[in-house]
């Protein structure tokens, strides 16, 4: 079985612009999660996506979205960029029963907002 | 809100000493899980623990769920180079939603 994949896995940007990047989880796991890790920091917890609706979400400002499709692929949305917003964003999926918490995540992608 | 405390922050250590790091919490929770990150890439899925005071193994791994629930512990025997990195614990709760640990960094010694 494939891994979850991120697309793409590096990406640089300047200040003001938005960016999208993209999650396809493992088949047939229906729950995708993203999260923000920026250097020397843990793991902060974005949003979750199950069955193409929120299920969960972090404290992060507006300008950090996300939507799920139907495939149970994933993509986040940054707008309006700043500097700070440059980190590994990883997606992780698992099973999607709330009983089922392994989560399996992606490579990342590494964002540098110059 | 909840709480995962992991330490120690980071590890020096010298090849073939065994390891030991915690997660505690003053919560209670239903699912303790370990995971490693090598530099510039996700973390990987070590053990899972489903049951208070389960004790599981992963090769030179073991790991445990706290018998309070409220703890676990994750020790590595025997270590060797390629166990650098950083290991992460994450807990679920009743709303089965993951809260995780700020990483143990591990670091081998020259």
């Known amino acids: 079985k494939a891994g979850v994949t991120q697309t793409p896995r590096y990406l640089i940007k300047t200040r003001g612009q938005q960016v999208t990047l993209s999650c396809s989880p493992i088949?047939?796991?229906?729950?995708v999660s993203w999260y923000q890790q920026t250097p020397g920091q843990g793991l902060q917890f974005l949003f979750e996506?199950?069955?193409?609706?929120?299920?969960n979400k972090g404290n992060f400002p507006g300008r950090f979205s996300g939507r799920q499709f139907s495939n149970s692929r994933s993509e986040m949305n940054v707008s309006t960029l700043e500097l700070g917003d440059s980190a590994l964003y990883l997606c992780?999926?698992?099973?999607?029963?709330?009983?089922?918490?392994?989560?399996?995540f992606g490579p990342g992608t590494r964002l540098t907002v110059l | 809100g909840q709480q995962l405390n992991q330490s120690p922050q980071s590890m020096f250590i010298q090849e073939g000493e065994d390891v030991s790091m915690n997660c505690t919490s003053s919560?209670?929770?239903?699912?303790w899980l370990w995971y490693k990150q090598d530099p510039g890439e996700g973390p990987v899925l070590l053990i899972a623990l489903y049951k208070a005071g389960e004790l599981t193994s992963n090769g030179r791994l073991t790991a445990q769920f706290g018998i309070t629930r409220k703890d676990s512990f994750l020790n590595i025997s025997a270590s060797i180079p390629s166990d650098v990195g950083i290991y992460f614990c994450a807990a679920s709760d009743s709303n089965y939603q993951l809260i995780w640990g700020a990483g143990t960094k591990l670091i081998i010694k020259p």
């Open positions: 919560s209670i929770f239903n699912t």
């Open positions: 088949s047939g796991h229906r729950s």
């Open positions: 996506y199950f069955s193409e609706t929120q299920r």
């Open positions: 992780a999926s698992r099973a999607g029963g709330l009983a089922n918490n392994e989560q399996f």
